[in-house]
């Protein structure tokens, strides 16, 4: 499923997030605030991926994207990609195991293990902050 922005001539704004997103707005702005207290340098901007996947939001560092958001209608996704270092660290912390069982099932490609957690509500923003710590630290 893509982005439910897929006009590549307007940039969503907030008010359009809002709309977008409802109730699970503010996981999304959770999400945001800790990523980015986190690394405090990092850059956060809109996307456009193609008609295919729409518009995402990505935050990142001078070497890579941190994180992902993924806008849908009434929620979003987070997506996050490891190395090995980070994946082995994974498996050793106290992170859900569906999420470890999601990541190590994932294809392994050059740049590390891909995957996307869908954010219905704030069940799993614990466990998001905690990727989100390990991606910053590897």
């Known amino acids: 499923m893509k982005s439910v922005f897929t006009d590549k001539t307007k940039t969503p704004a907030t008010a359009d997030l809002k709309k977008a997103l409802g109730k699970t707005y503010d996981a999304w702005i959770k999400i ?3 990523t980015r ?3 405090p340098k990092a850059i956060a901007a809109w996307h ?3 008609e295919k996947f ?3 939001y990505r935050i990142s560092d001078a070497k890579r994207v941190l994180v ?3 806008p ?3 929620y979003f996704k987070v997506a996050l990609v490891f190395g090995n270092k980070a994946v082995l660290q994974i498996q050793q912390s106290d992170i859900s195991e569906q999420i470890i069982k999601e990541l190590l099932e994932a294809k392994p490609y050059a740049e590390g293990r891909g995957i996307r957690i869908d954010v219905r509500d ?3 923003i614990r466990d998001i902050q ?3 710590e390990i991606k910053i630290a590897n």
Do not use: H, K, Q, V
């Open 37 to 39: 207290a986190n690394a």
């Open 72 to 74: 849908r209608e009434n």
């Open 130 to 132: 905690r990727l989100i």
């Open 122 to 124: 704030n069940e799993n």
């Open 48 to 50: 456009f991926s193609g």
């Open 68 to 70: 992902y958001l993924l």
């Open 54 to 56: 729409g518009w995402s």
């Open 32 to 34: 945001e605030t800790f």
